[in-house]
């Protein structure tokens, strides 16, 4: 269950916010999503892969954690154990909500429901004893932001793959120093070939719309699969 509500300095005044990580405050999770904007950030590492949901055409493109559904192999007890962290885990237990009309700019709303509302002292404040935003809540709204703008910007991103059909079916069966395996499938992946064979106007047009730089984000986000596969052999071996 959610409970979500428009943050307010007189109402949630004293809230707190846990900031650590843990499978407890929802960090146990395979993948998390990841905009266009972001894949230079992301792609040194996690691997990028873009999924199509059932029944859906339009895809989201998901920063890789592990190989089944529950595994993060970047946690490590309470530590977060990467230099980054996706936009979309690290604005958690916040998200842009908008006025009750539909538009208008965004508002930071917060899922008071979320595992990382904490209790007690414990946690980071929001607002201080005068109701201003603290410097923790000031950096939220602005990644807030990123995330929204990236969300919104991705709709073009998205269309571009699909005009020029650069986006090909991927799976991946992984043998790990145990003998046991794993299989990644219904991912697609940036169809390379595709992407050599564009004349240059094409390229120059995906460029001066902004899509070929995460295109080549992309693309070199995929040598992290076998740092992946690394993480989960050392997480094999260590029990």
């Known amino acids: 269950m ?3 509500a428009a943050l307010d300095s007189n109402a949630h005044r004293d809230l707190r916010v846990r900031i650590d990580a ?7 999770v395979m993948a998390a999503l990841t905009v266009p904007s972001e894949f230079r950030s992301i792609q040194g590492h996690f691997p990028i892969l873009f999924r ?11 920063a890789l954690f592990g190989f089944e559904s529950g595994e993060n192999l970047f946690l490590d007890d309470r530590h977060w154990d ?11 237990p916040f998200l842009v ?26 946690g980071v ?9 603290t410097p923790y809540l000031d950096e939220i709204a602005g990644k807030l932001g990123d995330l929204d703008e990236g969300y919104r910007a991705s709709s073009a991103f998205f269309a571009a793959l699909g005009d020029h059909d ?23 992946i940036i169809d390379e070939g595709k992407l050599r064979a564009l004349d240059a106007e094409t390229l120059g047009r995906l460029h001066e719309d902004g899509h070929l730089m995460p295109i080549f984000m992309a693309l070199a986000s995929l040598s992290q699969l076998s740092a992946l596969v690394a993480r989960k052999n050392g997480r094999l071996a260590g029990g």
């Open 52 to 62: 199509r949901e059932a029944g859906h055409d339009d895809f989201t493109a998901l």
């Open 2 to 4: 959610t409970q979500h």
């Open 166 to 188: 650069l986006l090909e079916p991927f799976s991946l069966e992984v043998t790990l120093d145990d003998g046991s395996t794993h299989s990644l499938v219904g991912f697609h």
């Open 82 to 92: 990467a230099r980054y962290r996706p936009l979309s885990l690290a604005i958690q």
């Open 125 to 133: 404040r929001l607002f201080d004893a005068d109701g201003m935003a």
């Open 97 to 122: 909500g908008r006025p009750a009309a539909g538009d208008g700019p965004g508002q930071v709303h917060i899922d008071l429901a979320h595992p990382r509302i904490a209790a007690g002292d414990d």
């Open 22 to 28: 843990g499978a407890d405050l929802g960090d146990a």
